[in-house]
């Protein structure tokens, strides 16, 4: 198993690197066997994590404080499944989007070391090098955005100082932790930080850090030009994958680490930013004038959701995991969708899409899939994770999220039908439908039904969620 | 897995997968997609009937997927199910021979009989429902795949009625999530089951029950279009007159009523309702809707709008039926999901087959139309008998049991509510019927064409005349043997049970 871990980490590293230093046929061999090689260890680990339970992994036989210490309990197996199976689809995708295409060179370096990045984040039981990791997915992800120039230079630019400015916050918040306790690593800190003003500050200073990363109301300001304006495969990873990096570490230093410091008031805190962001987001999405924008805010307010598990606890937590894991599916779905309908149409102004059902009829046939999960309806993914936080806001009588999921699910559709409906307008002269093109009509299908098979595939999730018990309690 | 509990999925399976199927179907292939349409509607009737006869002679069928521990979704074919889709399957092989004759001149026939055969799936799937969060799951997918159907002519009139629809529908369907997460979080995870799931008293405060049963009467009131909810349904006239039928025969209208029926009789049991009070302000509301319903029918001129809101009126029986306590209303509403089915279908089919043959679409263009399509008339003149309630049609049992049922529990103020809309059922037909046998025309019929054999495609005719000629038999029969009465027999000696403890 620490073979798997450690593969799952240096298979997209290497083959990254590689990407970057070979050129022609060859370099398109390596960049398929990492994708699939880092696709497969990452299966491997998962079914492990799930077989076997949680495991500490020391690289190299040496253990904490010294040697590089990874874990993997359900919640890193459950992200780095997410990783994997979004990754490998949109690899497939932008296969064919960047042939015979300058900006591809640039893309797949990026990429393969951004998804090297966010495994080791995933696996890191040590909060600074979760740091580590936090940067290199931030330059990585910078770059996927600039890669295409001319408006997503700005966007691009922009990004790389919130992002750079996350990650500082969150550097001061570990530096302040390795200031009082002399460690680093996450359960050393969990065991150490006694009820000092320090350890409080530090986790707000590394939650605000997150919290811009993940894009959260009112720190989503940089995020819908920068996933809008970046080319269709990137904007699929960047809104699918990598805020859910951050997202994820909150989650876990929230449970693992600042459990004892973590108060009630800093939880109703961000889920009112998180109500506030579903609000915000869907209202935004509702008059944005294209459809990569609209997508954009989406996801800030999909992230709302994610939010709420804090103040609701218990049941919530898996439910917002699962809501994440549908998101990702779902919104890497809709980028590749929109990827086609600008490409296909030359525009993707919303106003000018009266028939274009005709054209893409597969496309938006599978915008319309994803959105049924994006909007929370069944069976999806989306759908359950709803449930989830439904149900632990009912035993709680939390009335707020009570009456807010289902006002930003009426919202979601919305904005989701504002793409699909004047798509079904008829024409009076029928549009010929574009050929059909494997790489730009199956993976936005896939993803938008595996979204949707997620709304029977609960049970084995929690079950794996449950490994290590990362959340607290039995398991 | 046995292949008890596979019949429930090959059930849904029968529309679902030729459905999809037909998605990947080039445009251009007629015949196949046609061949697949009523081989597969023909085989789902076949594969009901012997489910039919399963559950007649007391097989169980459930199929059952865990989703968490205490979780799961249920298929369960239960006599009250097995009502729901026998209706379901026989009305949707008559609606897809009529529709494949209606959709002849049209476009985009691969995207109508696709989102078709998921709209039956999903009514098929909610019939079979075992429990609230199952019911839930077909709910939404119905109100998605019938989406498509309702904008299918693509005009700007149809998109916008479009989003009217999906303002209402998903609200109730939000509503209804909400409702069925506070029922779980109230009772646990339930099934269905005869007599009430709900432990009452004793599972929570009669408050909260009483809130949420009004609550999911409200979520559940948008698709059955109880007054103030009603006002999408009129509106979605817009769509193809196949849609229609299904709309206000079987699918959308009927689910959320039939919705309404589970969780009356199989959440909070007719006893329970009937001890907190619940029952009382249900029948106000139904009787509310019917006589509203018909006097906006009396002032329709479109005659599409005026059966939309006839269906407003006549769909609420169902839920009166529901909120009287006593068997004998019980079985006046369950009947009634069946009657308002084959009576109504018929008439839009009628509705249909003037529009497309001889381009009429007023009630006040009917003049002589008896004369130019005698038997298509008489379809429609047999509905509209059953529809005011007149002996020998299936309209007259329905209101037969729910007078009865009304008396017996000292009700006596709902005789003037069936009074009432009676006489306005009377009053919004019988012109038509008047007009359409001994009107005189002066004008030329506004189009004259898609002759058949005989006075129109027969594909738009027969199935009218089918549905006519159930209406007679259901009311003629009713107390046979083999008839819709005995079944729904069966069902109520269920509900009326004393509940065993779970």
Redesign the interface.
């Known amino acids: 198993m620490a073979w798997a871990a450690a593969w799952v980490i240096a298979i997209p590293c290497v083959a990254g690197a590689l990407a970057f230093a070979l050129r022609g046929a060859l370099r398109g061999l390596f960049i398929a066997l990492g994708v699939a090689g880092a696709t497969a260890a990452a299966a491997a680990l998962v079914v492990f994590v799930a077989r076997d339970g949680a495991r500490d992994l020391a690289l190299g036989g040496w253990l904490a404080p010294l040697g590089i210490r990874l874990r993997a309990d359900g919640l890193s197996a459950f992200f780095i499944a997410l990783q994997a199976g979004v990754g490998a689809i949109v690899s497939g995708y932008a296969a064919g989007y960047f042939a015979g295409d300058r900006e591809g060179k640039a893309f797949w370096p990026l990429w393969l070391t951004l998804w090297a990045g966010l495994c080791g984040l995933y696996l890191t039981g040590d909060l600074f090098n979760a740091y580590v990791a936090l940067e290199l997915i931030g330059v990585t992800a910078v770059g996927l955005v600039a890669a295409s120039g001319g408006a997503a230079l700005v966007a691009g630019l922009r990004y790389l100082i919130v992002t750079l400015t996350g990650s500082l916050l969150y550097l001061a918040g570990v530096a302040l932790v390795y200031a009082e306790i002399g460690a680093v690593d996450m359960e050393a800190a969990a065991q150490g930080l006694g009820p000092s003003p320090v350890a409080h500050v530090a986790l707000a200073l590394m939650a605000a850090g997150l919290l811009l990363k993940t894009a959260v109301f009112p720190m989503h300001f940089w995020l819908p030009p920068a996933h809008a304006n970046a080319a269709a495969p990137a904007s699929a990873i960047l809104s699918g994958l990598v805020i859910k990096g951050s997202f994820y570490l909150l989650v876990r230093i929230w449970n693992d680490v600042f459990s004892a410091h973590a108060d009630d008031m800093l939880a109703e805190l961000m889920g009112v930013l998180g109500v506030a962001a579903v609000i915000w987001g869907s209202a935004q999405a509702i008059v944005a004038a294209r459809v990569k924008m609209l997508v954009a805010y989406s996801t800030v307010a999909q992230v709302g959701y994610l939010l709420m598990a804090f103040p609701l606890g218990g049941d919530a937590w898996p439910g917002a995991m699962y809501f994440a894991a549908a998101h990702g599916l779902a919104k890497a779905a809709m980028f590749a969708v929109a990827g086609a309908i600008a490409r296909e149409l030359g525009h993707d102004d919303i106003a000018k899409l009266g028939?274009a059902a005709g054209t893409l009829p597969a496309g938006f046939?599978a915008f319309a899939l994803a959105g049924?999960s994006l909007?929370g309806?069944?069976?999806s993914g989306g759908?359950?994770g709803?449930?989830l936080l439904?149900?632990a806001a009912?035993?709680h009588d939390h009335m707020l999220y009570?009456a807010a999921i289902?006002?930003g699910?009426?919202m979601a559709?919305g904005y989701v039908?504002r793409v699909i409906?004047?798509a079904?307008?008829?024409l009076r002269r029928?549009p010929r439908p574009s050929p059909w093109r494997l790489w730009r009509e199956a993976p936005p299908l896939v993803l938008a039904l595996a979204a949707l098979a997620l709304?029977?595939s609960?049970?084995p999730a929690?079950v794996l969620l449950s490994r290590g018990a990362p959340f607290g309690g039995g398991g | 897995m046995t292949w008890h509990a596979l019949l429930p999925l090959f059930v849904i399976a029968s529309s679902l997968v030729p459905g999809i199927v037909i998605f990947t179907l080039g445009e251009d292939r007629q015949r196949l997609r046609t061949a697949l349409n009523l081989g597969a509607a023909v085989g789902k009737v076949g594969l009901v009937a012997f489910m039919v006869y399963g559950v007649a002679h007391g097989v169980s069928y459930e199929a059952r997927l865990p989703l968490t521990s205490d979780l799961d979704l249920v298929l369960r074919a239960d006599p009250l199910g097995v009502l729901f889709v026998s209706l379901s399957s026989v009305l949707w092989l008559l609606t897809t021979v009529f529709a494949i004759g209606y959709l002849e001149p049209y476009r985009n026939k691969r995207r109508f009989f696709g989102h078709f055969s998921l709209c039956v799936s999903a009514t098929v799937a909610i019939a079979l429902a075992g429990n609230p969060l199952t019911f839930l799951f077909a709910y939404e997918l119905l109100t998605l795949s019938t989406y498509p159907l309702v904008v299918h002519r693509g005009d700007a009139a149809a998109i916008r009625v479009g989003r009217v629809y999906l303002a209402y529908t998903l609200t109730g369907g939000a509503g209804l999530l909400v409702g069925t997460v506070l029922l779980y979080t109230l009772a646990g995870p339930i099934d269905y089951a005869p007599g009430g799931a709900l432990q009452i008293p004793g599972d929570a405060g009669d408050t909260a029950l009483w809130l949420l049963f009004f609550w999911l009467i409200a979520s559940l009131g948008v698709k059955t279009a109880l007054v103030p909810l009603h006002r999408w349904l009129p509106d979605a006239m817009v769509a193809p007159t196949p849609v229609s039928a299904l709309l206000h025969a079987v699918a959308v209208v009927k689910a959320g009523a039939f919705g309404i029926v589970r969780v009356v009789y199989e959440v909070y049991g007719i006893a329970g309702a009937n001890e907190l009070g619940l029952l009382a302000p249900l029948s106000v509301v139904a009787s509310v809707t019917i006589v509203y319903g018909s006097l906006r029918a009396l002032r329709q001129r479109d005659l599409k709008r005026r059966l939309a809101y006839s269906t407003v009126s006549q769909v609420s029986y169902i839920v009166l039926g529901a909120a009287i306590f006593g068997p004998l209303a019980t079985l006046g509403g369950v009947v009634h999901i069946v009657h308002q089915g084959i009576m109504k279908i018929t008439l839009f089919f009628c509705a249909g087959a003037f529009s497309e043959t001889l381009g009429i679409h007023r009630v006040d263009e009917m003049d002589g139309i008896g004369r130019r399509m005698p038997l298509t008339m008489v379809a429609f003149t047999v509905a509209a008998i059953g529809m005011i309630g007149l002996p020998p049609t299936a309209g007259f049992i329905s209101k037969w049991y729910l007078g009865l049922g009304a008396v017996s529990d000292g009700q006596g103020w709902v005789l003037a509510v069936l009074l009432a809309s009676t006489l306005l059922n009377a009053a919004y037909f019988l012109p038509l019927i008047r007009a359409g046998w001994f009107g005189q025309r002066r004008s030329p019929w506004p189009r004259d064409e898609r002759r058949g054999r005989f006075e129109g495609d027969s594909w738009l005719i027969a199935p009218a005349l089918v549905t006519a000629l159930l209406t007679l038999l259901a009311g003629v029969l009713a107390a046979g043997p083999v008839s819709v009465q005995q079944w729904a027999e069966v069902i109520v000696g269920q509900e009326y049970v004393p509940a065993s403890p779970r």
């Open positions: 028939g046939f049924v909007i309806l069944p069976p759908f359950l709803k449930w439904l149900s009912a035993d009570l289902p006002a699910t009426l559709a039908f409906a004047p079904l307008a008829e029928a709304g029977f609960l049970s929690l």
